[in-house]
């Protein structure tokens, strides 16, 4: 999913945007607490996949939705 935003980014940034946006198309269907708790909770774990050295907004994506149990709908 293309991004624009009013700031300069670098890359990982994007990546790390990137992955957190994939998981929350795949909770599309919560309501508006769960969706601030999904956020919240994946992008924890996607810092702490990024932290562990992965650079891949795929793998990124996949690991959150893994740990939440949800899978990765049409992407």
């Known amino acids: 999913m293309a991004q624009t935003f009013p700031w300069p980014v670098t890359e990982d940034e994007l990546i790390l945007a990137n992955a957190l946006d994939d998981v929350m198309a795949a909770y599309g269907d919560v309501g508006e607490t769960e969706e ?35 899978s990765r709908r049409g992407l």
């Open 36 to 70: 601030a708790w999904v956020r919240e909770v994946s992008a924890k774990l996607i810092v702490e996949a990024y932290n562990q050295g992965v650079r891949d907004e795929d793998v990124l994506a996949h690991y959150a939705l893994k740990t939440l149990g949800r």
